[in-house]
């Protein structure tokens, strides 16, 4: 077994930006629709424009590009039992995805007579809306309902649903690094302004920094009264 | 040093019994990391066993969310080393990643964003403060603030620490001040400074494990703001992996060894511990004989593995004659509200080292609020992109982008750690079913909130409300304890190995030690009575120190007085030089 320590990186095969891993045509061809209905594409790009689908396909293809390595100079070839894990994980999310799709062709098929990807926009987002058992979501507005329930800070895929899972899915595809597929030209980071690394490697020689966002010119005793020595603070 | 010859892997016959040593360090993290650099540096000759690997930081951290946060590269994989959870023992606790800190060289201290504040008096007398709680396990802790901070002080100092002197009004005694200055403010952190001025709240910057300027070789390096659950691959932030656990090795008295997974402590005729037995990263068994067993592997796992290791002597685990040993159990929920603005110059959600400022002025208790207990305030960034914080955010459609789109970069959130009561029933045992990747028992955590937790949450999440108001917020999002049930969403675990003074209700003595092992030692946050209100990870490293220091002058030099029990104690028979010399206690 070779330590988590020592994993060995590989180079990306060539094509591997064009290639298409796990998902048949046909599914491919869903998915996109689907994170197009998640993400949508307005005045700037959404999940279609950013490949939120390469993202998705090359994720469930095995354990071959789920970690890059740190430099993003290939990705890390697993072992051990992580490794085991991993496999045992992307089989299940395989799974879920496939037996999604055709859930998504099951509804759409009883609802409009015909598959989720020949219909159209509306008609999608009711199928999604079959599908998640939730009305669309509509915008943010400044009073809802009192207060949400503690979550984990942190996204694990085991135990999530298809809909709950082409969502994180298509968030991760949207605004993660480019270097997993989706994100493509860095269009996700851009729609919301943020200034993101040109390389995973530039986030560690120091040449990617955002320093000039924290406050520039500033007095701690500006700051905090009780610096200043003020009654009361 | 050694690190796991892999080459040789392919016959899996049993590795060659190593040579016993002074002592085996089971969990090289924040207090095994601590421990192991008292006591090497003291000339014992110690093995440090981590369940995790050793990860080299130039190499294998960089600013990669979706590796670090959504593929838990750090995070201890639940199908690896699952736990499962209930609320109480009528319910089959499920699979749940609850309170999963990283298993690796450096443990939490790794992943980390580095929050080090000093805890309070009030946190160490809890029971003679408040009396009995009803459903609550209140118990004071035999030693003081005052035992402890002299520790404190040497942690901040030789682990790296950034703070502002004279900043924090409700600051107990220090006798140092701290080695860096603080961070800049970011503008999301000069919004709260700004709002807790108006409604007269003091405010300060919280003390970070990171070094601002040159320090001890290490240079303030790393402004990406990929910070919090990312590893640093700079060294700006402390972390034992680059700091206590190099200074260990550099004595030539650590042999650490990674991916070695501890499955039992061994007890011999006479019920001391002889040492411990581990699966090595070939797979194979392996005993490690030691004269003293420290266990450092946090108060989930610590406990997790004194109950498997039962013997003639510990039927029912480890040094477990009180029954106590996984009792207890406290996790420092977080919980926090989010501000949404609608100005039109940008707070920003993404730079800074995640920590800005915070406040002690809610820490100690106030009849009035209905509750006991308080809370550390502190303002925070919302992160990166994919995860950035938004409860309840619209899941999908033009009002998801739009969401992201319109307040990403108008966000700041404001949150505590829940100072939550011990409840003798919220318990780490072995579940009946579920495995882990080795085949034994995973932890099983039976955890219901106390109404006082519920009550101190809803009031303090609140406050971060008010004070998000007071900044300006178009809107606010808070995030409560509802119906008692916690995440597990902290890697703060903490009371499971209880110290105190009577051998019959607790499992440590004041210096770590157990009441029924006189040979083995705990020194994560599983020995704390209380959880404190605080981040623990300073007080671990604090206590570890003091504990060892203890081992170093008193208990391998047989200076040890008769245990409480009057039972005496074994001391630790040294095989450094190359002989053994009993020495008695």
Not at chain 1, 107 to 117: M, R
Not at chain 2, 38 to 48: I, N, Y
Not at chain 2, 101 to 117: E, K
């Amino acid at each position: 077994m070779t330590s988590m320590a020592d994993w060995p990186v590989v180079l990306p095969p060539a094509g591997l930006a064009d290639a298409r891993l796990f998902f048949t045509d046909h599914e491919w061809d869903t998915i996109d629709a689907a994170t197009a209905r998640i993400l949508p594409t307005d005045h700037e790009p959404g999940a279609r424009e950013a490949h939120v689908v390469r993202f998705i396909d090359r994720y469930l293809s095995g354990v071959e590009y789920v970690y890059a390595a740190a430099d993003g100079s290939g990705f890390l070839q697993m072992d051990g039992k992580l490794a085991d894990a991993w496999r045992a994980r992307i089989a299940d999310l395989g799974a879920i995805y496939r037996q999604g799709v055709r859930d998504l062709d099951a509804i759409a098929l009883g609802q409009f007579g015909a598959d989720f990807v020949a219909l159209g926009e509306d008609e999608q987002d009711v199928v999604l809306e079959r599908l998640s058992g939730a009305p669309k979501p509509g915008p943010v507005t400044r009073v809802d309902s009192d207060g949400n329930p503690t979550i984990q800070v942190y996204a694990f895929d085991d135990g999530l649903d298809f809909f709950e899972l082409l969502v994180s899915h298509t968030r991760q595809g949207f605004y993660g690094d480019p270097i997993y597929g989706g994100n493509h030209d860095r269009v996700g980071w851009e729609v919301i302004g943020f200034p993101g690394p040109e390389s995973l490697k530039a986030t560690i020689d120091g040449t990617y920094s955002v320093r000039e966002y924290y406050v520039q010119e500033f007095d701690w005793r500006d700051l905090i009264p009780h610096l200043r020595g003020e009654a009361g603070s | 040093m050694t690190r796991p010859s892999l080459e040789k892997g392919n016959n899996m016959q049993q590795a060659r019994k190593p040579d016993p040593v002074d002592v085996v360090i089971v969990g090289m993290g924040a207090s095994g990391g601590t421990a192991a650099k008292v006591l090497c540096e003291a000339g014992l000759k110690v093995v440090g066993l981590d369940r995790g690997p050793w990860l080299r930081p130039k190499e294998h951290f960089s600013g990669d969310e979706i590796k670090f946060l959504n593929r838990t590269y750090l995070w201890s994989d639940p199908r690896v080393n699952p736990r499962t959870v209930r609320m109480d023992e009528g319910e089959t606790a499920v699979p749940t990643p609850f309170s999963m800190t990283p298993q690796m060289v450096g443990g939490g201290t790794v992943h980390w964003a580095g929050w080090l504040p000093r805890p309070r008096p009030s946190d160490f007398m809890m029971r003679t403060l408040h009396g009995d709680i009803d459903g609550a396990s209140l118990a004071d802790w035999p030693v003081s603030y005052d035992d402890l901070e002299p520790y404190l002080s040497k942690v901040e100092w030789a682990f790296g620490c950034a703070g502002l002197d004279g900043a924090d009004k409700y600051e107990p005694y220090r006798s140092t001040p701290y080695p860096c200055p603080p961070l800049p403010p970011t503008r999301a952190g000069k919004r709260f400074y700004e709002a807790c001025e108006k409604l007269g709240i003091n405010a300060m910057p919280i003390p970070q494990a990171l070094v601002t300027q040159p320090y001890r070789g290490r240079t303030p390096s790393n402004w990406t703001s990929f910070w919090n659950g990312y590893g640093d691959p700079t060294g700006m932030r402390s972390s034992t992996l680059t700091t206590f656990v190099p200074e260990a090795l550099a004595t030539g008295n650590l042999d650490l060894r990674a991916e070695c997974y501890v499955r039992e402590v061994t007890v011999g005729p006479d019920g001391r511990a002889t040492g411990v037995v581990y699966i090595d990263a070939l797979g194979r068994e392996v005993e490690q004989e030691a004269n003293l067993v420290v266990l450092g592997l946090g108060a989930v796992e610590s406990a997790r593995l004194m109950l498997l290791s039962t013997s003639r002597y510990f039927p029912d685990g480890l040094a477990n004659s009180s029954g106590q040993v996984g009792r207890n159990a406290t996790f420092h929920e977080y919980l926090f509200a989010v501000g949404l603005f609608d100005d039109e110059q940008p707070l920003y959600g993404f730079p800074g080292n995640y920590i800005s400022g915070g406040s002690f002025q809610f820490y100690e208790t106030d009849y009035d609020r209905g509750h006991i207990g308080g809370a550390l305030i502190g303002a925070s960034h919302v992160g990166q992109p994919v995860n950035w914080n938004f409860p309840g955010r619209p899941q999908w459609g033009s009002a998801s982008k739009d969401a992201d789109r319109d307040f990403y970069n108008h966000a700041m959130k404001v949150g505590h750690t829940l100072h939550d009561m011990p409840v003798e029933s919220n318990r780490v045992d072995l579940d009946p079913e579920v495995k882990d990747a080795w085949g034994l028992p995973a932890a099983r955590i039976t955890h219901k909130a106390h109404p006082n937790d519920v009550r101190l949450a809803k009031w303090q999440v609140d406050k971060n409300v008010e004070i998000l108001e007071a900044a300006g917020a178009w809107k606010t999002i808070p995030v409560y304890l509802e119906r008692g049930r916690a995440s597990g969403n902290t890697c703060h675990q903490h009371g499971t190995v209880r110290m105190g003074t009577d051998p019959a209700t607790t499992v440590l003595n004041k210096w770590c030690q157990a009441h029924d092992v006189g040979n083995l030692y705990v020194l994560d946050g599983s020995s704390f009575p209380t959880a404190t209100g605080v981040n623990p990870t300073l007080t671990i490293m604090a206590n570890a120190w003091r504990c060892a220091d203890y081992i170093v002058n008193t208990h391998a030099k047989g200076r040890e007085a008769r245990s409480t029990s009057g039972r005496p104690v074994q001391t630790l028979t040294r095989t450094s030089g190359g002989q053994r010399v009993d020495i008695d206690g």
